[in-house]
């Protein structure tokens, strides 16, 4: 560090030991500190008089200047440690200082940016200090710590199913360069037929014919049609990629295969909210599909979780569900982190964020949030834009009225709120409970008809 710095970073100390002493509110958390996060050094602050020396002290991110903070933290009678979520250097830290007893405030870095003066690390520790003691910060939400790794194994998961279907697309490719039209005659490139054919074909085979002949029974596509579809272009470039391909496609299929076996561990080893069996459903309504986890009966390990079978709700499938025990954990917890269920779809990023300023409105478009949960329903909630259901009948009218992008989030948001009742209330799906006239929907309406008829020249009559 250099001189200039060290003066620098001496005044900035000064500054904030006199700004502390015009009496800043450090009554909400008395035994705060304040970390800056860092790829090679973190910078820590405390409250005045808890340390003799400096009370903000630079520390290595290395493990050993990890567990130096944790201790020095610990001298200094800190209770509560603020720190923002910068990239994944965080994680470290945390970990160590909950393990530590410390309450770890996770504050989203747009939060805290503003800060007073000249920006360094040492200043944004002691902004982070003094926000965190005056009870500024709001708190992001982490699930529990059983929850944790199997968060992060379903993340690791989904990565590998898309590395997998990159591969696919790759041998498609390949396929299509050779002119075998493959995927004309078959579902999937990556279905028992196809890839037993690709085989063959690595293996050296080149007859039409016999390569037909390898085939699942169940294939609807005429033996004449497939013959035609396997006379192509043999070139040795072609063959290496494509061997390439498979070969990389399976390895990715073992390797989900052992992320299966580590995540149902993962959710047996988790407490549920019941030890009831779960209730008898039509098979229709516990489908599977090819990346649902093999080992893993996903639906009776979702109805431990919450209490209820969450699946009786149309678009709500295995993969929401794995999606949503993995990232927001139990009913319990949801219900802990989540007071509401505005909260719960503030938290995804799926309602309205209203931007008001002297009574207008000035922005009411959702938040952009990466929320995995988030994405899921969305995804949900264009299954069943063409249902014969209410929430279809919902996604439909909402799409007419606000565009096709907007009706999706909205009927998303929809089945958020739909799932949070279900599990707070913990009973099961009504259709006509969670589409039911209320007092506010029905003025709403009123209000609307009286609009469209004064546009018509109309007037509204009540009937008798």
């Not at 100390?13 to 450090?26: D, E, I, M, V």
């Not at 903070?69 to 909950?98: F, H, P, Q």
């Not at 096709?404 to 409970?433: C, F, P, Q």
């Not at 929907?441 to 018509?456: P, Y």
Request: aromatic share 6%.
């Amino acid at each position: 560090m250099t001189k200039r710095k060290r003066r620098l970073n001496a005044k900035i100390k000064a500054a904030s030991a006199a700004a502390a002493k015009q009496g800043l509110n450090t009554i909400t958390h008395p035994d705060a500190a304040g970390i800056d996060i860092g790829a090679e050094e973190l910078v820590a602050a405390v409250p005045a008089g808890r340390c003799a020396g400096d009370t903000v002290r630079t520390f290595s991110s290395f493990t050993a200047g990890v567990e130096a903070l944790r201790d020095w933290l610990i001298t200094c009678g800190i209770k509560t440690a603020a720190l923002e979520s910068t990239g994944n250097y965080w994680v470290t830290t945390y970990s160590m200082l909950s393990d530590a007893g410390i309450e770890v405030c996770l504050v989203n870095a747009r939060h805290v940016k503003g800060v007073p003066g000249k920006k360094t690390d040492v200043c944004d520790a002691q902004w982070l200090q003094q926000l965190h003691a005056a009870g500024l910060l709001r708190k992001s939400f982490r699930p529990d710590k059983d929850i944790v790794p199997l968060r992060y194994l379903m993340r690791h998961r989904s990565e590998i199913i898309a590395e997998a279907g990159r591969q696919t697309q790759l041998m498609q490719k390949v396929l299509t360069e050779m002119n075998l039209h493959i995927h004309h005659v078959f579902s999937d490139v990556d279905g028992v037929s196809a890839q037993a054919i690709i085989t063959a074909i690595l293996a050296g085979e080149r007859n039409a014919e016999r390569l037909a002949a390898l085939r699942d029974k169940r294939c609807r596509s005429p033996k004449e049609k497939i013959i035609k579809a396997l006379r192509g272009d043999y070139r040795c470039e072609y063959l290496f990629v494509l061997g390439q391909c498979q070969q990389r496609w399976t390895q990715c299929l073992a390797a989900i295969a052992a992320c299966d076996e580590q995540i149902a561990a993962l959710v047996k080893a988790v407490s549920g909210d019941t030890t009831a069996p779960p209730p008898s459903a039509p098979a229709e309504q516990h489908r599977l599909h090819k990346n649902t986890p093999a080992t893993l009966p996903i639906y009776d390990e979702a109805f431990r979780f919450y209490g209820v079978d969450l699946s009786a709700v149309p678009g709500v499938s295995a993969g929401v569900l794995g999606v949503l025990m993995s990232e927001v954990g139990t009913g319990s917890q949801m219900k802990k982190a989540f007071r509401s269920a505005e909260a719960f779809s503030s938290w995804m990023g799926l309602c309205p964020d209203n931007r008001i300023s002297g009574g207008k409105v000035l922005k009411a478009k959702t938040r952009k949030v990466p929320s995995r949960v988030a994405r899921a329903l969305r995804l949900a909630a264009q299954c069943v834009a063409r249902s014969d259901n209410k929430i279809g009948e919902f996604c439909r009218r909402l799409k007419a009225r606000l565009g096709k992008a907007e009706g999706i989030v909205a009927t998303a948001h929809k089945l958020a709120r739909i799932i949070y009742g279900m599990i707070k209330s913990g009973s099961a799906y009504d259709e006509n409970e969670a589409f039911k006239v209320t007092p506010s929907s029905q003025a709403k309406r009123l209000l609307n008809l009286q609009k469209q008829a004064h546009s018509l020249g109309l007037q509204l009559v009540p009937a008798l």
